[in-house]
T-cell receptor, first 112, second 114 residues
Framework: KAGVTQTPRYLIKTRGQQVTLSCSPI?????VSWYQQTPGQGLQFLFE???????NKGNFPGRFSGRQFSNSRSEMNVSTLELGDSALYLC???????????FGAGTRLSVL | GDSVTQMEGPVTLSEEAFLTINCTYT??????LFWYVQYPGEGLQLLLK?????DKGSNKGFEATYRKETTSFHLEKGSVQVSDSAVYFC?????????????FGTGTRLTIIP
Protein backbone atom coordinates (compact mmCIF):
# COMPACT_ATOMS: atom_id res chain seq x y z
CA LYS A 1 0.00 0.00 0.00
CA ALA A 2 1.44 3.36 -1.00
CA GLY A 3 2.18 5.80 1.82
CA VAL A 4 1.30 9.46 2.10
CA THR A 5 2.66 11.26 -0.94
CA GLN A 6 3.55 14.92 -0.87
CA THR A 7 4.47 16.93 -3.95
CA PRO A 8 6.68 18.61 -4.72
CA ARG A 9 9.46 17.52 -2.37
CA TYR A 10 11.35 20.79 -2.71
CA LEU A 11 10.23 24.26 -3.67
CA ILE A 12 11.93 27.62 -3.93
CA LYS A 13 9.86 30.80 -4.03
CA THR A 14 10.45 34.50 -3.51
CA ARG A 15 8.79 36.83 -1.05
CA GLY A 16 5.32 37.92 -2.05
CA GLN A 17 4.61 34.89 -4.22
CA GLN A 18 2.06 32.25 -3.42
CA VAL A 19 2.51 28.50 -3.30
CA THR A 20 0.33 25.39 -3.37
CA LEU A 21 1.42 22.11 -1.82
CA SER A 22 -0.26 18.79 -2.48
CA CYS A 23 -0.88 15.75 -0.34
CA SER A 24 -2.26 12.39 -1.44
CA PRO A 25 -3.29 10.33 1.57
CA ILE A 26 -3.06 6.60 1.93
CA UNK A 27 -5.85 4.94 -0.02
CA UNK A 28 -8.99 4.76 2.10
CA UNK A 29 -7.89 7.44 4.53
CA UNK A 30 -10.39 10.27 4.95
CA UNK A 31 -8.60 12.55 7.41
CA VAL A 32 -5.69 14.77 6.40
CA SER A 33 -3.71 17.08 8.69
CA TRP A 34 -0.97 19.58 7.90
CA TYR A 35 1.98 20.60 10.08
CA GLN A 36 4.78 23.14 9.71
CA GLN A 37 8.25 22.18 10.94
CA THR A 38 10.90 24.84 11.51
CA PRO A 39 14.13 24.84 13.56
CA GLY A 40 12.86 27.69 15.72
CA GLN A 41 9.23 26.73 16.31
CA GLY A 42 9.41 22.98 15.87
CA LEU A 43 6.33 21.13 14.64
CA GLN A 44 3.15 23.18 14.65
CA PHE A 45 -0.35 22.11 13.66
CA LEU A 46 -1.82 23.99 10.72
CA PHE A 47 -5.21 22.41 10.00
CA GLU A 48 -7.12 19.18 9.65
CA UNK A 49 -9.68 18.07 7.11
CA UNK A 50 -12.14 15.22 7.21
CA UNK A 51 -14.56 14.44 4.39
CA UNK A 52 -13.81 17.79 2.73
CA UNK A 53 -14.56 19.79 5.91
CA UNK A 54 -12.00 21.65 7.99
CA UNK A 55 -12.34 20.35 11.54
CA ASN A 56 -9.46 21.99 13.36
CA LYS A 57 -7.24 24.96 12.68
CA GLY A 58 -3.98 26.00 14.34
CA ASN A 59 -2.78 29.51 15.14
CA PHE A 60 -1.60 30.61 11.73
CA PRO A 61 -2.53 33.76 9.80
CA GLY A 62 -5.16 33.72 7.12
CA ARG A 63 -2.44 33.56 4.45
CA PHE A 64 -2.40 29.83 5.16
CA SER A 65 -5.38 27.99 3.77
CA GLY A 66 -6.24 24.50 2.68
CA ARG A 67 -8.87 22.31 1.17
CA GLN A 68 -9.71 18.67 0.71
CA PHE A 69 -11.22 17.11 -2.37
CA SER A 70 -13.80 14.36 -2.63
CA ASN A 71 -11.03 11.79 -3.22
CA SER A 72 -9.46 12.90 0.11
CA ARG A 73 -6.47 14.52 -1.58
CA SER A 74 -5.59 17.80 0.07
CA GLU A 75 -3.85 21.00 -0.88
CA MET A 76 -2.55 23.82 1.22
CA ASN A 77 -1.92 27.29 -0.07
CA VAL A 78 0.26 30.05 1.32
CA SER A 79 -0.23 33.49 -0.17
CA THR A 80 2.08 36.51 0.04
CA LEU A 81 5.03 34.43 1.15
CA GLU A 82 7.33 35.72 3.86
CA LEU A 83 10.88 34.63 4.67
CA GLY A 84 9.59 33.06 7.88
CA ASP A 85 7.41 30.67 5.89
CA SER A 86 10.52 28.70 4.94
CA ALA A 87 9.90 25.31 6.52
CA LEU A 88 9.23 21.63 6.03
CA TYR A 89 5.49 21.15 5.55
CA LEU A 90 4.27 17.73 6.62
CA CYS A 91 1.00 16.09 5.73
CA UNK A 92 -0.48 13.24 7.73
CA UNK A 93 -3.45 11.02 6.94
CA UNK A 94 -5.54 8.63 8.98
CA UNK A 95 -8.47 6.36 8.19
CA UNK A 96 -10.79 8.27 10.50
CA UNK A 97 -10.84 10.62 13.43
CA UNK A 98 -9.89 8.05 16.05
CA UNK A 99 -6.94 6.61 14.18
CA UNK A 100 -3.17 6.97 14.14
CA UNK A 101 -1.75 9.59 11.79
CA UNK A 102 0.69 8.46 9.07
CA PHE A 103 3.07 11.15 7.87
CA GLY A 104 4.49 11.89 4.45
CA ALA A 105 8.12 12.87 3.84
CA GLY A 106 7.17 16.51 3.54
CA THR A 107 7.65 19.42 1.17
CA ARG A 108 10.61 21.65 1.92
CA LEU A 109 9.76 25.24 1.04
CA SER A 110 12.46 27.87 0.83
CA VAL A 111 11.43 31.52 0.55
CA LEU A 112 14.13 33.86 -0.74
CA GLY B 1 -1.77 26.49 26.62
CA ASP B 2 -0.91 22.86 26.10
CA SER B 3 2.79 22.15 25.64
CA VAL B 4 5.42 19.42 25.56
CA THR B 5 8.97 19.81 26.87
CA GLN B 6 11.70 17.44 25.77
CA MET B 7 15.29 17.14 26.88
CA GLU B 8 17.66 19.12 24.74
CA GLY B 9 19.78 17.28 22.25
CA PRO B 10 21.76 16.17 20.57
CA VAL B 11 22.28 12.93 22.46
CA THR B 12 25.20 10.71 21.48
CA LEU B 13 25.50 7.19 22.84
CA SER B 14 27.56 4.11 22.15
CA GLU B 15 25.87 1.02 20.76
CA GLU B 16 24.21 -1.13 23.45
CA ALA B 17 23.98 1.79 25.88
CA PHE B 18 20.80 2.53 27.85
CA LEU B 19 18.68 5.35 26.49
CA THR B 20 16.39 7.78 28.26
CA ILE B 21 14.83 10.79 26.59
CA ASN B 22 12.82 12.89 29.01
CA CYS B 23 9.42 14.32 28.13
CA THR B 24 7.05 16.31 30.32
CA TYR B 25 3.78 17.92 29.36
CA THR B 26 1.35 20.63 30.39
CA UNK B 27 -2.27 20.11 29.48
CA UNK B 28 -5.66 21.35 30.66
CA UNK B 29 -7.29 17.95 30.33
CA UNK B 30 -6.28 14.32 30.01
CA UNK B 31 -4.19 13.97 26.89
CA UNK B 32 -3.13 11.00 24.86
CA LEU B 33 0.66 10.83 24.63
CA PHE B 34 2.86 9.76 21.74
CA TRP B 35 6.45 9.25 20.68
CA TYR B 36 7.21 9.75 16.99
CA VAL B 37 10.53 9.11 15.26
CA GLN B 38 11.89 10.86 12.17
CA TYR B 39 14.66 9.19 10.18
CA PRO B 40 16.74 11.34 7.80
CA GLY B 41 14.78 12.41 4.75
CA GLU B 42 11.59 10.76 5.92
CA GLY B 43 8.35 11.78 7.56
CA LEU B 44 7.38 11.02 11.13
CA GLN B 45 6.54 7.49 12.18
CA LEU B 46 4.54 6.64 15.26
CA LEU B 47 6.80 4.75 17.67
CA LEU B 48 4.40 4.21 20.58
CA LYS B 49 1.45 5.74 22.36
CA UNK B 50 -0.46 5.72 25.64
CA UNK B 51 -3.97 6.99 26.15
CA UNK B 52 -4.42 7.02 29.93
CA UNK B 53 -2.49 7.21 33.18
CA UNK B 54 -0.18 4.26 33.96
CA ASP B 55 -0.47 2.91 30.41
CA LYS B 56 2.84 1.67 29.01
CA GLY B 57 3.45 1.99 25.28
CA SER B 58 6.11 -0.23 23.73
CA ASN B 59 7.50 -0.95 20.29
CA LYS B 60 10.84 -2.10 18.81
CA GLY B 61 12.39 -2.31 22.29
CA PHE B 62 11.33 1.24 23.22
CA GLU B 63 9.02 1.87 26.17
CA ALA B 64 7.31 4.84 27.77
CA THR B 65 4.90 5.00 30.72
CA TYR B 66 2.20 7.65 31.09
CA ARG B 67 2.83 9.20 34.52
CA LYS B 68 0.01 11.52 35.46
CA GLU B 69 1.46 12.46 38.86
CA THR B 70 4.68 13.76 37.28
CA THR B 71 3.09 14.70 33.91
CA SER B 72 5.80 12.75 32.17
CA PHE B 73 6.21 10.25 29.32
CA HIS B 74 9.91 9.42 29.22
CA LEU B 75 11.21 7.24 26.39
CA GLU B 76 13.57 4.36 27.30
CA LYS B 77 15.41 1.58 25.54
CA GLY B 78 17.69 -0.91 27.22
CA SER B 79 20.23 -1.39 24.42
CA VAL B 80 20.37 1.02 21.50
CA GLN B 81 21.56 0.19 18.01
CA VAL B 82 23.11 2.31 15.27
CA SER B 83 19.82 2.02 13.39
CA ASP B 84 18.08 3.93 16.22
CA SER B 85 19.86 7.13 15.17
CA ALA B 86 17.05 9.58 14.37
CA VAL B 87 15.12 12.52 15.80
CA TYR B 88 12.54 11.62 18.44
CA PHE B 89 9.45 13.74 19.12
CA CYS B 90 7.17 13.56 22.12
CA UNK B 91 3.61 14.72 21.42
CA UNK B 92 0.19 15.02 23.00
CA UNK B 93 -3.36 15.24 21.75
CA UNK B 94 -6.26 16.67 23.68
CA UNK B 95 -8.92 16.36 21.02
CA UNK B 96 -12.18 14.61 21.68
CA UNK B 97 -11.03 11.66 19.65
CA UNK B 98 -7.57 11.54 21.22
CA UNK B 99 -5.57 11.50 18.05
CA UNK B 100 -5.97 14.78 16.25
CA UNK B 101 -4.23 18.12 16.45
CA UNK B 102 -0.94 16.86 17.83
CA UNK B 103 1.18 19.21 19.95
CA PHE B 104 4.86 18.29 19.58
CA GLY B 105 8.00 18.83 21.62
CA THR B 106 11.05 20.30 19.93
CA GLY B 107 12.57 16.92 19.15
CA THR B 108 15.72 15.21 20.39
CA ARG B 109 18.38 14.15 17.90
CA LEU B 110 19.90 10.80 18.84
CA THR B 111 23.16 9.53 17.36
CA ILE B 112 24.43 6.03 18.14
CA ILE B 113 28.13 5.34 17.63
CA PRO B 114 29.26 1.80 16.79
Amino acid sequence: KAGVTQTPRYLIKTRGQQVTLSCSPISGHRSVSWYQQTPGQGLQFLFEYFSETQRNKGNFPGRFSGRQFSNSRSEMNVSTLELGDSALYLCASSPGLRDIQYFGAGTRLSVL
Amino acid sequence: GDSVTQMEGPVTLSEEAFLTINCTYTATGYPSLFWYVQYPGEGLQLLLKATKADDKGSNKGFEATYRKETTSFHLEKGSVQVSDSAVYFCALSLSNFGNEKLTFGTGTRLTIIP
